[in-house]
């Protein structure tokens, strides 16, 4: 069984930085495709950024691009979520999932609450 654990969020001011961390245990870290998906108040969940198991070209949702970097070292088993110039429309909880190359199984974190003060 995967485990998820995140780490890294916090109260930031706007302009700030935090880096996320989602640690993997109990599977083969480098065959799952990883993601960062966030939940703001009154909000859909919404994926913010993903990474192939390849460690292909980066997906990120227009709002955080060029802001937003993630990376994933699969000698450590964890994936990162660089966040940069953050604004307060940032502030959510932060989750990471892990999708097996063949799409089958998922796993999800427990999520990892941001807070970005103006």
């Known amino acids: 069984q995967v485990q998820l654990v995140e780490s890294g969020g916090g109260l930031v001011q706007a302009g700030g930085s935090l880096r996320l961390s989602c640690a993997c245990s109990?599977?083969?870290?480098?065959?799952?495709?990883m993601g960062w998906f966030r939940r703001a108040p009154g909000k859909e969940r919404e994926l913010v950024a993903a990474?192939?198991?390849?460690?292909?070209?980066?997906y990120y949702v227009d709002s955080v691009k060029g802001r937003f970097t993630i990376s994933r070292d699969n000698f450590k088993n964890t994936v990162y979520l660089q966040m940069n110039s953050l604004k307060p429309e940032d502030t959510a909880v932060y989750y990471c999932?892990?999708?097996?190359?063949?799409?089958?199984?998922?796993?999800w974190g427990q999520g990892t609450q941001v807070t970005v003060s103006s």
């Open positions: 109990g599977g083969t870290f480098s065959v799952y495709h």
């Open positions: 990474i192939t198991w390849t460690d292909g070209k980066p």
């Open positions: 999932k892990a999708t097996h190359r063949f799409s089958r199984p998922e796993y």
